[in-house]
């Protein structure tokens, strides 16, 4: 058994019952074959048994009282994966599926998706199994306030900087601060993804949709294809959905479908981005309401059948393991040419052997998402300086950044002999800079 196997089949075996980060783990080390083969050093370091065991996990208890005047009781995370970069950096996340070893898989990704942004940032990843869902905003304030009265002591500004995931956006972070600077008195860049009133940063609600076109648009581009005039279906209807949506707009594409978690929509004509910004933002209801302003469109319940709508592009920006790969076939079959992960891992295994198969223009979450976290630390960049950069600054700053992730990614797939694997080469390019850094720093 190589060195690679025996780490991997170690892991899967001390953390029972995790599935997700089983997967995360088997996807990363078995694209690094090809290094350790050529780099032994990284094998007697222990490198890779290191990197798969977080330095740190936290779970704790989150009482709150609802508007009932009822006690609730739900569970918190952070898991502080690897810090040879620099602070501690990944959002928060709350939802009902969340458990130890959904945290452990999104902490995992951020460490090589945080290295390949090039900027100085550590893998984490918290959150709750806490649904915002229904609650108002009382109850998310009372939660919020208890979360962080527990979080407040394992974080700061150059220790753990966690921001916004699924369930956690504006309104969230704005109380999760308010509770930190309140416990502590410290007025600091400790949570990303604040409100522009308090040290917040231009494009960071932009920044994972926009970034995810910017990546996909340097990937289709070499290949000689381009977003003008192409058919796009996107999942989700969160920030990275519609941001998506947005920009492969600006740059020509025909958007026709968003979804949430009871189905899609279908605009055989395009989707019109305000109607779903303001449905989903301000109004917070379900993406059904659509249809009832644009009779044209069409709502389908459930939403694994979105990839049988014909498109050109695809942009899972929904949630981990949305896309199979029955559905990757589908896709294939009526055309489609490029798949660009806006959301963590939503194509399962199976889905991503068939677009590798088929020589589809596939980029992996940890590349493709990465223009989130590389806002977020844009964001604390300002917050050092006590300094605002422009909406035109922050953006320009964040296209540089998606066009030199996919280059790092590209030329590591081809520095291997895997030429056009984006998969192994983001895996690759983000692996060598954590795994030197930690060479340097020796065992710890």
Not at 213 to 224: Q, W
Not at 388 to 403: C, G, P, Q, R
Not at 435 to 441: E, F, G, K, T
């Amino acid at each position: 058994m190589s060195y690679v196997q025996n780490v991997l089949e170690q892991a899967i075996k001390r953390n029972p019952g995790e599935v997700e980060f089983h997967q995360a783990l088997k996807e990363v080390l078995e694209s690094l074959e090809p290094v350790i083969a050529q780099r032994p050093e990284y094998e007697r370091a222990g490198i890779l048994e290191r990197i798969v065991e977080p330095e740190r996990v936290i779970m704790f208890r989150v009482p709150w009282v609802d508007d009932q005047g009822n006690v609730q009781v739900n569970r918190g995370f952070r898991v502080q994966f690897n810090s040879a970069l620099g602070p501690y950096k990944g959002g928060l996340r709350f939802h009902p599926s969340v458990y130890l070893g959904i945290i452990k898989f999104l902490g995992f990704e951020q460490i090589f998706k945080n290295s390949l942004t090039g900027l100085p940032i550590g893998g984490g990843k918290g959150g709750s199994d806490f649904d915002p869902k229904g609650k108002s905003d009382n109850e998310v304030m009372r939660f919020c306030q208890s979360f962080m009265t527990e979080l407040y002591r394992h974080i700061g500004a150059d220790t753990d900087v966690p921001a916004g995931d699924i369930g956690v956006g504006g309104r969230e972070v704005a109380y999760l601060y308010g509770q930190y600077k309140r416990i502590t008195g410290l007025y600091e860049g400790v949570l990303t993804g604040k409100g522009l009133t308090f040290g917040g940063s231009l494009v960071r609600t932009q920044a994972t949709g926009y970034g995810l076109v910017y990546f996909m648009d340097e990937a289709i581009k070499a290949r000689g294809k381009s977003f003008n005039g192409a058919t796009v279906v996107v999942s989700g209807s969160g920030n990275v959905a519609i941001y998506a949506t947005e920009k492969a707009q600006q740059l020509g594409a025909k958007v026709v479908t968003l979804s949430d978690s009871n189905g899609y929509i279908y605009d055989k004509d395009g989707i019109k981005l305000d109607t779903v910004k303001r449905i989903k933002e301000i109004e917070r209801k379900r993406i059904s309401e659509y249809v009832k302003e644009h009779p044209t469109a069409e709502y389908y319940e459930g939403y694994s059948d979105i990839w049988s709508v014909p498109c050109d592009i695809a942009l899972p920006c929904a949630t981990q393991n949305e896309l199979d790969g029955e559905a990757a076939k589908t896709l294939i079959k009526n055309g489609c040419f490029a798949v660009g992960e806006g959301a963590n891992m939503p194509s399962t295994p199976e889905a991503v052997e068939v677009f590798l198969a088929n020589k589809t223009i596939y980029a992996p979450g940890k590349a493709s998402n990465a223009g989130g976290v590389a806002c977020s630390a844009l964001e604390m960049s300002q917050n050092s300086m006590r300094y605002s950069w422009t909406f035109d600054e922050v953006d320009a700053k964040l296209k540089n950044i998606m066009i030199g992730i996919y280059n790092s990614a590209s030329e590591a797939a081809k520095e291997f002999g895997m030429e056009g694997n984006l998969v192994a080469g983001a895996n690759i390019a983000g692996f060598l800079k954590v795994a030197d850094a930690m060479m340097a720093q020796g065992i710890v």
